[in-house]
């Protein structure tokens, strides 16, 4: 099932996620109609706040991209990245590593918002799996950016408090149409 997508606004977005410690049926059907909301609104990563679940929770895909890192290992082990999309993962626990990147970056909870966004280019995430396991994903580019993105969510963190004053500066009239119109006060 397609769910609302929550616009930038609502407190839910600035909220931590609650850590899950059980995968029961009724989150399996969360993460389905995650996935689901995620494909109809052709993103590539979107986290439980985003649809008003205050859970750590979210899915990631960039299967559309398949050279947007230069490496991908699972527990130490280079791993196909088809091997892991689309990535569901829960209480999240990230290292970051690298050069600071900058990339223009969107989010579903800001229609047609676009932003230079600075993040550490490189990312060793410890995620837990709707299977029961935890796994340690080190990657780079666009999809260590993206799980960043979405873990951020679950911390209650939004993209615009990763960008430059200046940037932020210059999209505050954009911000206010977009609440506007989608009747946010
Ligand atoms: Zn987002």
Do not use: W
Request: proline share 5%; with cysteine.
């Amino acid at each position: 099932m397609i769910r609302e997508i929550v616009i930038f606004g609502d407190p839910v977005l600035r909220k931590k996620g609650a850590l899950i410690d059980e995968v029961t049926d009724e989150l399996r059907e969360l993460v389905q109609d995650m996935l689901e909301t995620m494909r109809e609104a052709d993103g590539i990563g979107l986290a439980a706040p985003q649809i008003g679940v205050g859970k750590q929770l979210a899915v990631v895909d960039v299967s559309h991209d398949p050279e947007c890192f230069s490496y991908l290992r699972v527990d130490g082990v280079a791993t196909p990245l088809e091997d892991i999309m689309p990535l569901v993962f829960m209480n999240p626990e990230l290292e970051y590593g690298g050069e600071p990147d900058v990339m223009s970056e969107g989010c579903l909870s800001f229609p047609d918002i676009r932003g230079d966004v600075t993040r550490p280019y490189e990312v060793t995430a410890k995620l837990d799996l709707l299977d029961g396991r935890s796994i340690v994903i080190e990657t780079d580019g666009l999809l260590a950016r993206v799980i960043q993105h979405e873990t951020d969510h679950l911390n209650g963190v939004l993209f615009t408090e990763r960008m430059s004053t200046a940037t932020r500066f210059s999209l505050r009239g954009k911000i206010k149409r977009m609440q506007r119109d989608f009747g946010i006060k």
